[in-house]
């Protein structure tokens, strides 16, 4: 496949049109929807100047950049090499009609150097990107096998808030000219969600093949396949330690009958309702499980910090529905500290390999949009 560069010029041009359409750019896998997380709630907009992209309170976060300008952009994922990211994006401006996964070479990140172009096919729905090692391929996930076409969202009607879990969902292989070299799995069941360990050695992902939505590790190329957890509930969006020993994930863990019930009923629908869960962490080989968070509320998008010794997170425990904002916490659960300040959504954290710098989605600045961008910040413990 051809690269379709997409210059941040026209990604400018997009910033200045309203956004109006509620899409799922696969926030119902390592995160919630940009639906539920501010896009009805464009809190910041009052305020003008470029302070928009940072909040006086963001200690941890210095020279704030914005990446993206338009459509919903989230779940970044850098390379190994520190100086591209992989990111879906739903931009109607740039012709499909659904989540596709795109790759940003940051070579001095300016307007004019920052060209993201398309990997994926350019069928279906995709979601849940991330480098291989060399940095030359990707792994994501995709329905593209299942049809062309997107597959249908969710019925949300009668006020309900449910994700859906696309069976056509399988893990694939690319070269960052869009071509697929690989297919990983071929169940006919939900597959996605895969992340990578450091080293480059181990895959984590989530799948529906054991019956429920449950954690599994494999090799790069696929084998030796591991279910990580088994507990009744959703895990996923799993990420590795800094070491590689660990993961960390965010779960559903219902217990009550009727709990029990919504949510078997619900899976058996290919949906699931992601309002209640909470982080655990556990060895790779799916020993020591240990729960983090007990807040209440959607506590989802983990990803660890630097030292291996705390947890970055999305969460809206504090407000009870928005905003939702990132939070550090101690594996232990203790140390609870509120690192951004938005008004609506701030979500999908991930550290750099060198530590150095972070990336993350944020409602901010999108000018009374709809829109869901990207971030780079410099961190500061």
């Known amino acids: 496949m051809r690269r379709i560069f997409i210059p941040l010029s026209m990604l400018f041009l997009v910033a200045c049109s309203e956004g109006t359409a509620d899409h799922e750019h696969g926030h119902h896998h390592h995160g919630a929807d940009s639906t539920a997380a501010g896009h009805h709630h464009h809190g910041q907009s009052e305020i003008a100047g470029p302070e928009l992209t940072h909040y006086e309170q963001e200690k941890h976060l210095t020279n704030v950049r914005q ?43 300016t307007p004019d150097t920052i060209s993201p172009f398309i990997v994926s096919t350019g069928k279906g729905r995709t979601t849940c990107s991330y480098f291989m090692p060399g940095d030359s391929t990707i792994i994501y996930a995709s ?29 694939f292989v690319a070269d960052l000219e ?36 449950e954690l599994w590790t494999m090799n790069t190329d696929g084998s030796d396949l591991k279910q990580i957890t088994f507990d009744l509930g959703y895990d996923g969006g799993a990420f590795f330690s800094p070491d590689g020993t660990k993961l960390v994930y965010r779960s559903s863990r219902p217990k009550t009958p009727e709990e029990v019930e ?32 007990n807040l209440g509320g959607a506590n989802w998008a983990p990803f660890f910090h630097p030292s291996g010794e705390k947890i970055l997170f999305c969460s809206n425990h504090h407000s009870g529905g928005y905003p939702f904002n990132l939070f550090l916490v101690n594996l232990d659960g203790t140390g609870l500290e509120q690192v951004t300040f938005d008004s609506a959504f701030d979500s999908f954290p991930m550290f750099s390999y060198s530590g150095k710098h972070l990336v993350f989605a944020s409602n901010r600045n999108n000018g009374r949009t709809r829109d869901t961008n990207l971030f780079i910040a410099e961190w500061q413990d």
């Not at 994006?89 to 659904?98: E, I, L, Q």
């Not at 071929?186 to 429920?212: C, H, N, Q």
Request: charged content about 20%; aromatic content about 12%; proline content about 4%.
């Open 67 to 109: 990446l993206s300008y338009g459509g919903d952009n989230a779940e970044a994922y850098w390379s190994f090499g520190d100086d591209q990211l992989v990111f879906q994006s739903n931009n109607p401006k740039w012709g499909y009609a659904c989540d596709q996964i795109y790759v940003m070479p940051l070579e001095n990140m």
């Open 143 to 171: 329905t593209h096998l299942g049809g062309d076409a997107c597959p249908p969202e969710a019925d949300r009607s009668n006020g309900r808030y449910v994700w859906s879990i696309y069976d056509t969902y399988d893990l």
């Open 178 to 213: 869009g071509n697929v070299i690989k297919q990983l799995t071929d169940y006919e069941g939900y597959d996605a969600e895969a992340t990578l360990s450091p080293d480059g050695s181990k895959i984590v992902f989530t799948s529906t093949r054991s019956g429920d939505l």
């Open 262 to 293: 919504k949510y078997t009923s619900l899976l058996a629908e290919g949906l699931v309702e992601p309002s209640d869960m909470e982080l655990y962490v556990c060895n790779v080989d799916g020993t020591g499980h240990q729960q983090v968070t």
